[in-house]
C-alpha cells in the first residue's frame, strides 16, 4: 500500500473518531443538523497536521504541479495551510499561503488577505468544511481582486453533501473533496454498532 493512500486512511479514520459529532447544532449558514464536522479537532491537531499536509499536497500536485499558493478564509483554512505550506517546502517545492480576513483590516495596511501574495500566480481555495459554500465563495471573491492571481480550484477536506459543491461549481472552479459526509457517518455508525 502506497504512503499517500496510508495517510488518507489514517485521515478519515481521525476525522471520523475526533471532529465528527452527533446532537443538535446550527450551522455557520444557520441551518440546524443533527451531526456537526469541528475539523479543528483534526486540523489543530499534531498527527491530522501531518497527514492533511501530506494529502493535500499530494492532490494539489494532481490538479497542477504549477500551483504556488493556497489560501482561504480564516480560521477554517488556516491549519490547512500551515501544514501544507511545510509540507511541500519539505518536499522542495514550496507553496505560499495566504489567509483571507473576514472582513479587512480597520488601521495600518487595511489589508484583506495576510501573506505574500506578490509570490503567489496560481491558488487553490481551501477550506475545512462546505455545506451552502458561503465561506469558500466568499474567499473566491476577496482573492478575485487581485488580477495577477488565477484561482485554480477548490479543495476541502469535508463535503457536507448540501449544495455547496454546486453553488461553487456554478461559478466556474472545480472542487476537490477528499471526504464526504455520508462516508464519515457510515463509518462511524458502523463502528459504533
Same mark, same amino acid.
Given at each position: 500500500?502506497? *504512503? ?16 465528527? #459529532?452527533?446532537? !443538535? ?32 499536497? !499530494? *492532490? ?5 504541479? *504549477? ?25 522542495? !517545492? ?8 473576514? *472582513? ?19 491558488? =487553490? ?23 495577477? =492571481? ?26 476537490? #473533496? ?14 459504533? #454498532?
Amino acid at each position: 500500500m502506497d *504512503e499517500i493512500k496510508q495517510y488518507r486512511e489514517r485521515l478519515f479514520e481521525l476525522l471520523a473518531e475526533r471532529s465528527l #459529532s452527533f446532537g !443538535h447544532f446550527v450551522l455557520t449558514s444557520g441551518k440546524t443538523s443533527d451531526y456537526y464536522f469541528d475539523c479543528k479537532k483534526v486540523t489543530r491537531y499534531s498527527e491530522g497536521k501531518f497527514f492533511i499536509g501530506n494529502v493535500f499536497f !499530494h *492532490e494539489i500536485q494532481k490538479i497542477d504541479p *504549477e500551483i504556488d499558493g493556497i489560501g482561504g478564509l480564516t480560521m477554517g483554512a488556516d491549519p490547512i495551510c500551515d501544514a501544507v505550506s511545510l509540507i511541500s517546502y519539505m518536499k522542495e !517545492h514550496p507553496i505560499e499561503t495566504i489567509i483571507v480576513r473576514k *472582513e479587512p483590516k480597520k488601521h495600518g495596511t487595511k489589508k484583506d488577505i495576510e501573506g505574500n501574495i506578490e509570490d503567489i500566480s496560481k491558488v =487553490i481555495v481551501i477550506d475545512d468544511v462546505i455545506t451552502t459554500g458561503g465561506s469558500t465563495l466568499k474567499a473566491i471573491d476577496v482573492i478575485s481582486d487581485y488580477k495577477n =492571481i488565477e484561482i485554480a480550484g477548490v479543495m476541502v477536506l469535508v463535503d457536507r453533501e448540501e449544495g455547496g459543491r454546486e453553488n461553487i461549481e456554478k461559478r466556474g472552479f472545480k472542487v476537490v #473533496s477528499l471526504f464526504k459526509k455520508s462516508e464519515l457517518i457510515d463509518y462511524a455508525k458502523n463502528k459504533k #454498532s
